[in-house]
């Protein structure tokens, strides 16, 4: 998809505003190998960030209407990636988690993005990806300072830097912690994300 792809941006704020439209269309859009798009990717995101959840609950994480909501788990559920049981709390209704399926199915579509990324910054230093990292960090800190959203989002903020870390590394990140290893360098370690998943509840 080349739309606008060759806009040449007048300022710096129009250049940032042009590079999110052209990245984030890209990692929605479905990619060689995937099995799943990206709406499907998102409702197994706040399933494994969240758990078990009711209908209503999910439709609120993922700020989406309960009938949208619904064809979504539908969809998902013939495909065997998630499955209904009968809610602890009240017998009238029911809850949504993911299968070992749809486990495997997010951490395989997570992953492939992951390699995207990775294959992106191919060749850089690692001073540059960590300034990288931490301006996108500063600016992600910024853009969610200054909208609202709804409190059941904010598992969302969290949920990826709680789950990622569970992903299989490939790619230069993971060559560099090999290339640590054989150095007798030890790699900083990793907070731990059981706590870090258990504060999205």
Same mark, same amino acid.
């Given at each position: 998809? /080349?739309v $606008?792809d060759?806009?040449?941006p007048?300022?710096p704020?129009?250049?940032v505003?042009h590079a999110?439209?052209?990245?984030g269309?890209?990692?929605?859009?479905?990619q060689?190998?995937? =099995?799943?798009?990206h709406s499907a990717?998102?409702?197994l995101f706040?399933?494994?960030?969240n758990?078990?959840? @009711?209908?209503?609950?999910l439709?609120?994480?993922?700020? *989406?209407d309960?009938? =949208?909501t619904?064809?979504?788990v539908?969809s998902l559920e /013939? *495909?065997?990636?998630?499955?209904?049981?009968p809610?602890?709390?009240?017998?009238?209704?029911f809850?949504v988690?993911l299968? &070992?399926q749809?486990?495997?199915?997010w951490?395989a579509?997570? #992953?492939? #993005?992951?390699?995207? *990324?990775?294959a992106?910054?191919e060749? %850089?230093?690692?001073e540059?990806? /960590? =300034?990288?990292e931490r301006?996108?960090?500063?600016f992600?800190d910024?853009v969610?300072?200054?909208? &609202?959203?709804?409190t059941?989002?904010?598992w969302?903020?969290?949920? %990826?830097a709680?789950?990622a870390? @569970?992903?299989?590394?490939?790619?230069?990140?993971?060559?560099?912690? &090999?290339?640590?290893s054989?150095a007798?360098r030890n790699?900083a370690? @990793?907070e731990n994300?059981?706590? $870090?998943?258990?504060? =999205? @509840?």
């Open positions: 998809m /080349q $606008n060759a806009y040449i007048e300022t704020i129009e250049g505003m999110f439209t052209r990245i269309r890209r990692l929605k859009a479905k060689p190998g995937d =099995t799943i798009d990717h998102v409702v706040a399933l494994r960030c758990g078990a959840l @009711r209908l209503s609950d439709a609120a994480r993922l700020e *989406l309960a009938s =949208t619904s064809r979504h539908r /013939q *495909l065997g990636l998630v499955r209904r049981s809610d602890p709390d009240d017998g009238r209704a809850r988690e299968t &070992e749809g486990v495997e199915q951490e579509s997570a #992953r492939h #993005r992951m390699e995207l *990324l990775s992106a910054m060749g %850089w230093s690692e540059d990806v /960590q =300034t990288f301006l996108m960090t500063r992600a910024g969610a300072a200054l909208t &609202e959203a709804p059941s989002a904010a969302a903020d969290k949920g %990826w709680a789950v870390p @569970r992903l299989p590394r490939s790619g230069p990140a993971e060559r560099r912690t &090999e290339q640590d054989a007798g790699p370690p @990793r994300t059981d706590n $870090n998943l258990e504060s =999205t @509840r």
